[in-house]
């Protein structure tokens, strides 16, 4: 079935330091991919996504490409801030169906 | 812009009651969702509604039913909590067209059963 693991957190990261979230997927076909936030006591925001292979989705600094060969979509920023301290959500959606989340990671970002 | 609104936000109840919590969306969406979320387990899904008049089973059904009541407004109803119920619950929203369309959500109702 359709799945997607994404890394352990939490992450914890001074300000300005290079972020990476790694998130991989199980699915049949070419499902489109998504990554969400959650800020504390809030519900999920969409942050980007990508619709096929070699996409490459951004927004407010992060950036993911959509990676068919190694079934990967991970999470970048080049300096993060306090900020993006958040929960991640990596997720993937295949024809009309509901999302299909990893279990989260949680960054942690200090001054 | 509302969005996706839930009602209530917080709620505290005692094994065997029943509530119902209220979703409704004003972006003209066909397709809504509930979701639970639970520590380290991520969103899993309990029901969806495809359209209005139909619901569909997701992951987690069990001891939950769901309403379609009108295209704006889905909701979520515990006939008898049980603590394994204590929960953040999540609607969602989505337009149809295929999996490229990302889904809008709530902010959620933290549910907690004693």
């Known amino acids: 079935g359709n799945s997607v693991t994404q890394m352990e957190g939490p992450v914890t990261l001074s300000e300005e330091a290079f972020l990476t979230i790694n998130c991989t997927y199980t699915a049949t076909g070419y499902p489109s991919l998504f990554w969400y936030v959650q800020y504390p006591g809030e519900g999920l925001q969409l942050l980007l996504k990508a619709t096929k292979a070699d996409d490459k989705g951004s927004n407010k600094g992060f950036e993911a490409t959509y990676r068919k060969e190694t079934t990967s979509f991970h999470l970048e920023k080049g300096s993060v801030q306090v900020s993006d301290s958040a929960v991640y959500f990596c997720a993937l959606r295949r024809g009309g169906t509901a999302l299909i989340f990893g279990k989260g990671t949680t960054l942690s970002v200090s001054s | 812009n509302a969005g996706v609104t839930q009602t209530p936000k917080f709620q505290v109840l005692k094994t065997g009651q029943s509530m119902t919590l209220q979703c409704a969306q004003d972006?003209?969406?066909?397709?809504m969702y509930w979701y639970r979320q639970d520590p380290g387990m991520g969103l899993r899904l309990i029901y969806y509604s495809a359209s209005e008049g139909t619901t569909d089973k997701g992951e987690v059904p069990n001891g939950y039913n769901v309403s379609r009541l009108n295209k704006r407004e889905f909701s979520l109803r515990l006939e008898s909590a049980a603590p394994s119920q204590t929960s953040v619950y999540f609607c969602?929203?989505?337009?149809?067209?295929?999996?490229?369309?990302?889904?809008?959500f709530g902010d959620g109702t933290r549910l907690s059963i004693l």
């Open positions: 972006m003209n969406h066909n397709s």
């Open positions: 969602a929203s989505s337009e149809e067209g295929g999996s490229n369309q990302p889904q809008h």
